[in-house]
Nanobody, 119 residues
Framework: QVQLVESGGGLVQTGDSLKLSCVVT????????VAWFRQAPGKERERIAT????????FYTDSVKGRFTIARDNAKNTVYLQMNSLKPEDTAVYYC????????????WGQGTQVTVSS
């Protein structure tokens, strides 16, 4: 059973940086598609960054492009989300998710970590 545990959230000010971590157990990050999602109050969950196995392809939604970076450490079986130049609109619960490459939907989810950016 694949399990994901996020950490690293917190309360920061506009312009600060945070690095979220997602530790994966029961599976390997190198063979799964992994992604970070976020859900702000009153809004739908959105996928903001994706890392395809092998690290050959990454995807970022426009609102975080150039500020956020998704990366992984295969040795630690951990996926990271480096967030720079944070804005109040980045405030949300951030989720790590994973799926097998042949599946279309993400079937493994973490519990989420809160990120709050004050103005």
């Amino acid at each position: 059973q694949v399990q994901l545990v996020e950490s690293g959230g917190g309360l920061v000010q506009t312009g600060d940086s945070l690095k979220l971590s997602c530790v994966v157990t029961g599976g390997t990050v190198s063979t799964h598609v992994v992604a970070w999602f976020r859900q702000a109050p009153g809004k739908e969950r959105e996928r903001i960054a994706t890392l395809v196995r092998g690290g050959t392809f990454t995807f970022y939604t426009d609102s975080v492009k150039g500020r956020f970076t998704i990366a992984r450490d295969n040795a630690k079986n951990t996926v990271y989300l480096q967030m720079n130049s944070l804005k109040p609109e980045d405030t949300a619960v951030y989720y790590c998710a994973a799926r097998e490459p042949e599946k279309s939907g993400y079937n493994y989810w973490g519990q989420g970590t809160q990120v709050t950016v004050s103005s």
